[in-house]
């Protein structure tokens, strides 16, 4: 079985685990080199993701935890600074990707709901305005 470099094309002997020239680790025989990585990304991955409690070094992969969580959506709250923040970590938190996260879902919630509340106040302005318009100049529909 003839086996090519993954990185320089260069055909391998079937012992080497190492590419001589390019020091790339050699595709195993026994596993299909094409369809594991196809597989892999087209699968939504459900055992990667999430906390596994299992294995001691899944841990540091979690940095940020429920106190930190609580305290981003305490700090979230108030009403100018909270804003601040979301958009500061949304766009430049690369130390906490899940703090990046958890801040651009606040950031989009934020706007839609005001927005929201936008349009509410106008159209509420616009009822108001009209009804006193009326009952100034036809005071008869009252
Ligand atoms: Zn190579």
Redesign the pocket.
């Known amino acids: 079985m003839l086996i090519f470099?993954?990185?320089?094309?260069?055909l391998?002997p079937a012992h080497e685990t190492v590419?001589?020239?390019?020091?790339?680790p050699a595709p195993r025989p026994s596993a299909p080199p094409v369809r594991t990585p196809l597989y892999e990304s087209a699968a939504p991955q459900p055992p990667k993701e999430g906390p596994r409690y299992d294995s001691p070094a899944a841990e540091p992969r979690s940095p940020m935890g429920l106190a930190g969580y609580f305290g981003s959506l305490i700090l979230f709250a108030i009403p100018l600074v909270g804003l601040i923040f979301m958009l500061i970590w949304s766009i430049s938190d690369r130390v906490r990707p899940e703090r990046r996260r958890l801040a651009q879902a606040y950031l989009i919630r934020t706007v839609i709901f005001s927005a929201l509340l936008l349009v509410a106040a106008l159209v509420f302005s616009a009822i108001m305005s009209s009804v006193a318009y009326r009952m100034v100049y036809y005071p008869y529909y009252f």
């Open positions: 470099c993954k990185h320089c094309g260069l391998l590419c001589p020239r390019c020091g790339t």
